[in-house]
């Protein structure tokens, strides 16, 4: 089974950009589905952006991240990326790297097999 490991959390302005990796321990991310989801105080995790087990695979975003985040995949490095530009204050939450098994880009967090421990994002005012 695969372990995600995120990391590139931290404070910033709003207006600023962040870019958050995710890497693996124990399989290589190619044969998962990817996305990110996050979580912020009294609110249930939600999705934000998934990838497809392939490199050019299919993408997805939240429309409230669309235009402003991307994600993408080095499938050689094992790494899984979202880039966040612009961010704003409503996307301070934990942000959380999942897999699932197979090629379907799936919504919902229920359908995510494996998680992280996830890294806080915070956007000031």
């Known amino acids: 089974q695969v372990q995600p490991v995120e990391s590139g959390g931290g404070l910033v302005q709003a207006g600023g950009s962040l870019r958050l990796s995710c890497a693996a321990s124990?399989?290589?991310?190619?044969?998962?589905?990817m996305a990110w989801f996050r979580q912020a105080p009294g609110k249930e995790r939600e999705f934000v952006a998934g990838i497809s087990w392939r490199s050019y695979g299919q993408i997805a975003y939240a429309d409230s991240v669309k235009g402003r985040f991307t994600i993408s995949r080095d499938n050689a490095k094992n790494l899984v990326y979202l880039q966040m530009n612009n961010l704003k204050p409503e996307d301070t939450a934990v942000y959380y790297c999942?897999?699932?098994?197979?090629?379907?880009?799936?919504?919902?967090?229920?359908?995510?097999?494996?998680w992280g421990q996830g890294t806080q994002v915070t956007v000031s005012s």
């Open positions: 124990g399989r290589t991310l190619s044969s998962y589905t």
């Open positions: 999942a897999a699932r098994t197979g090629s379907r880009l799936a919504l919902s967090p229920n359908e995510y097999d494996y």
